[in-house]
């Protein structure tokens, strides 16, 4: 099993530039979620989704926006790239928010 | 709100050592807490998970606590080797998300 797959593993973008994270799950799972981590901050929530269909912010959702495209799909996307959304960012997935959370091996993201 | 924190924030310790990594919470309204290794680079993998209405769970040299009312949680390491050098998370468990601590970075010398 493929478990969750990121694309790309890394990036380089200008500032101003957009970009779209995909992040795909086979485990049949309702949740999805992304994170980024940064030196000494641990991994904060960006967004989630509770099921298909529906989004919500979490800890530092601004400057992103994430589409649920299908149970299977979630995607993050910078609109306008800043170089403090330089960071390696990462894709979960969970049966629900109370189960056990398997996650991407990450897309390292540096914005210059 | 959740704030999840783990002391100490690094660990040296020769190799064989027992050692206990802490991991402590604000909200004890939890469904669980799960501990997750992270290699240099790498992605999380997951270690134990328990559930709120559970006290611990084993994995093999692996051992985690979990305290509701006092909101603490404990990952032990048993006979510690080498290859467990990592940062080890932990990330406690709501109704539909996941709030992480910042990691407490292991190392482990022959």
């Known amino acids: 099993n493929a478990g969750v797959t990121q694309t790309p593993k890394f990036q380089v973008l200008k500032t101003g530039q957009s970009m779209t994270l995909q992040c795909a799950q086979d485990m049949n799972h309702n949740s999805m979620y992304w994170y980024r981590q940064d030196p000494g901050m641990g991994l904060r929530l960006i967004y989630y989704?509770?099921?298909?269909?529906?989004?919500d912010k979490g800890e530092v959702p601004n400057g992103y926006n994430v589409s649920r495209l299908n149970k299977r799909e979630f995607s993050l996307r910078l609109e306008s790239a800043a170089p403090s959304q330089t960071s390696v960012y990462f894709c979960?997935?969970?049966?629900?928010?109370?189960?056990?959370?398997?996650f991407g091996q990450g897309t390292r993201l540096t914005v210059v | 709100k959740q704030e999840v924190t783990q002391i100490p924030a690094a660990l040296s310790v020769p190799e064989g050592e027992n050692l206990v990594l802490n991991c402590s919470f604000t909200d004890s309204a939890i469904y669980n807490l799960q501990w997750f290794r992270q290699d240099p680079g790498k992605g999380l993998t997951s270690l134990l998970l328990?559930?709120?209405?559970?006290r611990e769970q084993t994995s093999g040299r692996l051992n985690a606590s979990l305290d509701k009312s006092s909101g603490r949680s404990t990952l032990y390491i048993a006979a510690s080797q080498p290859g467990d050098s990592a940062t080890y998370l932990c990330a406690v468990g709501g109704t539909d998300k996941l709030i992480f601590g910042t990691g407490t970075r292991l190392q482990v010398f022959p």
């Open positions: 979960a997935s969970s049966f629900r928010g109370s189960t056990e959370a398997f």
């Open positions: 989704s509770a099921s298909e269909g529906t989004t």
């Open positions: 328990i559930q709120s209405s559970q």
